[in-house]
């Protein structure tokens, strides 16, 4: 089996200079700082707790941590952040993570079981339905495992519109959702893993995209 890479400094590829980036916590944080001190120096970081323009000195422990506002173009109040900047369509990527993701590319980050008397309750919504809905490109970070890749996903959280492309950066595999695409598609494969070691960890039937069909034929 392949061996899986880093995944901040896989997702870090996916930012570009000049991005206005709402960043949620964790390793997207570490990736987004990454990205910011490498190729895009000029990278907007945005959290929802209202730090905008941030430059952390290091990785976030959380949306509330002081060193987001050190430096920050601005601190505004969360719900100035949601109605003016969010809500205003300022945000060119949403950069989030979840517990689940399914084949439309809608995400989980709420439950695992029954709403009502859950397995497992999760961290919850927070501001994501709102951040994916509004922004013009989600870009999602998740482990390549089963549990991670359900057929059918336990509580719809977040729903990209269909519009806009959504990339799911992955340790093993890149999948990808064009603008105006119904499903994400296997795009990129990472540290030598193979389309069927992919398939073994989705719950789904894969569908490759040109570009990475077009390598596997390249291959056999």
């Known amino acids: 089996m392949g ?10 590829e996916y930012l570009s200079d000049g991005e206005t980036v709402l960043v949620g916590v964790g390793a997207p944080g570490k990736a987004a700082t990454l990205a910011q001190r490498s190729h895009a120096p000029n990278l907007t970081l945005v959290y929802e707790s209202g730090a905008i323009g941030s430059v952390p000195a290091r990785p976030p422990l959380s949306i509330g941590d002081p060193t987001l506002f050190a430096g920050a173009l601005a601190a ?15 945000i060119d990527t949403a950069f989030v993570g979840a517990a689940e993701i399914d084949r439309r590319a809608r995400l989980n980050s709420t439950v695992i079981g ?4 859950p397995k497992v309750r999760l961290p919850g919504s927070g501001g994501a339905c709102e951040i994916v809905a509004y922004a013009r490109r989600t870009l999602v970070l998740s482990p390549l495992q089963r549990r991670r890749f359900p057929e059918r996903l336990n509580f719809v959280t977040s729903a990209p519109p269909p519009s806009v492309e959504v990339v799911v950066v992955t340790d093993r595999c890149v ?3 064009p603008p105006g695409g119904d499903e994400l598609l296997l795009d990129r494969l990472l540290g030598g893993t193979t389309v069927e070691e992919v398939q073994a960890e989705v719950g789904w039937q894969l569908t490759l995209s040109d570009s990475l069909a077009g390598e596997v034929a390249g291959r056999a």
């Open 114 to 117: 029954d709403y009502a008397s």
């Open 76 to 90: 505004m109040s969360v719900s100035d952040t949601f109605a003016y900047v969010i809500e205003g369509g300022l």
């Open 175 to 177: 999948f990808r959702r």
């Open 3 to 12: 061996e899986p890479v880093d995944l901040a400094a896989t997702a870090a």
